[in-house]
């Protein structure tokens, strides 16, 4: 399960918790991760765990063990929408331990793609190839790091068109 140690914060992670059925006892399993737990999802059968976290601006899904390893599988995992690439995003697991997720990134919006057990990664349609070449490609956006007037770092990404020119700059200030 996950929870919280409530510290009166606005913001607070979600840690990933363990509990013994026959004691009670409860064990943290991944106390260095410096990230919330979305999602966690498991394979009555198996003795690990699916989580999903946001790791530097992207929602990864790793395989957690019972003994607290994380191995993140894949950090592409996005919602559903075409201009909100990075918004949500779940997964399923199945019994044979093939996850299912959508898959994302700036330059390729909301596709369907598989983990298998051994770790490949398969996007299985091609929704938006069409509309992607007709319009000559979707637009990459440059990532880099600044360091806010508090010593914070702040993750940036800047989107550019095609043609040059002078244009409007709009803010999307999340999270």
Known sequence: YTGVEDR???SQLRRLFMMDA?????????ATLDRSIDTVAWRGDSAALFVSFDDTGRRAIGRVTLDGELKKLVSDVGGPGIEMPYAG???SVARDGTVAYVRTSVTVPAEVAV??????VATLTDLHGEL????????DA??????????H?????????????????ILEIHG
């Open 142 to 151: 440059e990532n880099f790091w600044m360091t806010c007037a508090d010593g």
């Open 132 to 139: 992607a070449a007709a319009i000559g490609g979707f637009a």
């Open 22 to 30: 026959r004691t009670g006892a409860t064990r943290e399993l991944l």
């Open 153 to 169: 770092r702040m993750e940036c990404w800047l989107m550019l068109p095609k043609v040059g020119g002078r244009h409007p700059l």
């Open 89 to 91: 995003g779940g997964f």
């Open 115 to 120: 983990v298998s057990p051994d770790g490949a």
């Open 8 to 10: 009166k914060l606005s």
